[in-house]
């Protein structure tokens, strides 16, 4: 499983100045310093300002994010590319408002799948319909384990042998199972991917979903690291 930071629009700068317009005013950097900057095609070295933000600027931000002033949260744009089972898709799927995603369809694309198998089996958790024990585990037999990777090759092995008799791809794509890794673009708001981090960065998370959960926290705290911290610190 794998999370990549795409591209990004905006900085707490952007945060801070979408709250001051209310006012008719605007925020800047505070230069703090100088460090080299250096350019390989043409070998110089420059000097660039170390911009951080004022400390009544990183006040304003807590003060949004603790009285839930959201809006200056959602101008900020983040893009990831995200690579995971289906069954951890589908869950990070639900989450809808302020984000857009595309994924590969395997209605066009018959590239030969690949397959998450876990390290090890958790244990059910007995107090609820659905959850697992994150320190108690199942051993299945070594028969077992065989043949949950046996049944998927059969599908996979099925899924080849549609495709080499002709049917098409939208339809041989149902015998595949869920643990098929799928990869797609998910792009939003500062805002939104907070909210979703506050939700799945839970201990009652599911462990897989919760790994992208928290790759995505470490790429965008490195990003917006006042607004991130002011958004997740009560979440």
């Not at 002033?69 to 990831?80: C, G, K, T, V």
């Not at 799948?113 to 299945?140: A, C, H, I, T």
């Not at 939700?199 to 490195?222: F, G, P, W």
């Amino acid at each position: 499983m794998n999370v990549s930071l795409i591209d990004t629009l905006g900085t707490d700068l952007t945060v801070v100045n979408a709250a001051r317009v209310s006012f008719d005013k605007e925020s800047t950097w505070d230069v703090v310093g100088y460090e080299d900057e250096i350019f390989p095609d043409s070998r110089t070295i420059a000097q660039r300002p170390i911009e951080v933000l004022k400390k009544g600027d990183e006040k304003l931000i807590n003060f949004l994010a603790e009285h839930n002033h959201w809006s200056p949260f959602a101008h900020p744009q983040l893009q990831f590319r995200i690579k995971a089972p289906i069954f951890v898709a589908r869950q990070l799927g639900k989450h809808q408002v302020g984000l857009v995603w595309n994924e590969i369809s395997r209605r066009y694309v018959d590239s030969e799948p690949e397959f998450y198998f876990p390290d090890k089996w958790r244990k059910k958790n007995p107090d609820k319909k659905q959850g697992s024990m994150e320190d108690e585990f199942v051993d299945l037999t070594f028969a077992e384990n065989c043949t949950v990777k046996s049944v998927v090759l059969n599908c996979l092995n099925l899924y080849t042998a549609m495709l080499e008799q002709g049917v098409c791809a939208e339809q041989a794509r149902m015998v595949l199972p869920q643990n098929m890794y799928t990869e797609w673009y998910w792009t939003g708001s500062l805002y939104a991917f907070a909210r979703i981090c506050g939700l799945r960065l839970k201990k009652d998370t599911q462990a897989e979903t919760r790994l992208i959960a928290e790759q995505i926290n470490q790429l965008v705290s490195s990003k917006f690291p006042v607004s991130w911290k002011a958004l997740t610190k009560n979440k």
